[in-house]
């Protein structure tokens, strides 16, 4: 999770594509696109394109794991805590065996959002790609020029 963040810290830079500034000048950031805020909440970037029930899903299920986590953490420190103070034999090894099945199931739960996480960005790659490809193809433009002109263009890119 914090290689993610610090991913996202690093793409927030200058990008090397961009034309260098003249010495002495700032640096122009970059734009918080919706790749950005699908690294920081899952969902947020698939919400900003429009695709909702994409969105809710990634969300919601980020929010579910990571309620899963802190839930399965509470109750292995909770046994955890009545392993330490256990007089007998037969209690240590109950809350120890409880202590190690809980801890088991919150990194399980680490592991699934972790990747859901990795396919929400996946997921945001894809339509933010599909979106720029729709935008290279043929165009057709109306645009007023003047006060009293109008102006038909016709492009192409690719």
Same mark, same amino acid.
Do not use: C
């Given at each position: ?15 090397? =594509? ?12 970059? #734009? ?7 690294? +920081? ?28 986590? +802190? ?7 909770? %046994? %955890?805590?009545? %392993?330490?103070? =256990? =007089? ?20 399980? %739960?680490?592991? +699934?959002?972790?990747? $859901?996480?990795?396919?929400?960005? $996946? ?14 193809? +043929?165009?057709?433009?109306? #645009? ?15």
């Amino acid at each position: 999770m914090l290689g993610l963040i610090g991913l996202a810290a690093l793409s927030f830079g200058q990008t090397p =594509a961009a034309p260098q500034n003249e010495p002495g000048t700032a640096p122009q950031p970059t #734009e918080f696109t919706s790749l950005h805020k699908s690294l +920081l909440l899952p969902g947020w970037g698939q919400f900003s394109e429009k695709h909702y029930v994409e969105g809710a899903i990634f969300a919601s299920a980020a929010v579910f794991s990571l309620v899963q986590v +802190l839930s399965f953490n509470r109750k292995g420190n909770r %046994y %955890y805590g009545k %392993y330490q103070d =256990a =007089a007998a034999v037969e209690e240590v090894m109950l809350f120890r065996e409880l202590t190690e099945k809980y801890d088991t199931r919150r990194n399980q %739960y680490l592991l +699934l959002t972790a990747g $859901i996480w990795a396919v929400n960005l $996946i997921d945001i790659y894809v339509i933010v790609k599909r979106k720029e490809k729709r935008e290279k193809a +043929l165009q057709l433009k109306l #645009e007023h020029v003047g006060d009293k002109e109008l102006a038909v263009s016709l492009g192409y890119r690719f």
